[in-house]
Nanobody
Framework: QVQLVESGGGLVQPGGSLRLSCTGS????????IGWFRQAPGKAREAVSC????????DYADSVKGRFTISRDNVKNTSYLQMNKLKPEDTAVYYC?????????????????WGQGTQVTVSS
């Protein structure tokens, strides 16, 4: 049974930091590109970042470049999203997803499996 489980969300003040984790099971994690997406209330889901199966290639949305860092530990079957200098507009439910396309992609339709999401709220 394939599972992706996000954790690490919460309430943080503007300018603060959070680190999200995404742990996969039921599939060969190191074969898969991992993507992070988010969806704010009333808005469409948007891509945040993605990382290739070996961790050598990454991509970021312009809105998070220089503030967020994606990484992965294939021994632990876990991807991380380090979020710094958080802004109120980063408030959303954050999801991780997995695809075996073999490339980094920011297109949600190309992802096969999704986690249940974790809430991030940036507010004073």
């Amino acid at each position: 049974q394939v599972q992706l489980v996000e954790s690490g969300g919460g309430l943080v003040q503007p300018g603060g930091s959070l680190r999200l984790s995404c742990t996969g099971s039921g599939f060969i994690f190191d074969y898969y590109t991992i993507g992070w997406f988010r969806q704010a209330p009333g808005k469409a889901r948007e891509a945040v970042s993605c990382i290739s199966s070996n961790g050598r290639s990454t991509d970021y949305a312009d809105s998070v470049k220089g503030r967020f860092t994606i990484s992965r530990d294939n021994v632990k079957n876990t991807s991380y999203l380090q979020m710094n200098k958080l802004k109120p507009e980063d408030t959303a439910v954050y999801y991780c997803a997995a695809t075996n396309l073999g490339i980094v992609t920011m297109t949600s339709a190309e992802y096969d499996w999704w986690g249940q999401g974790t809430q991030v709220t940036v507010s004073s």
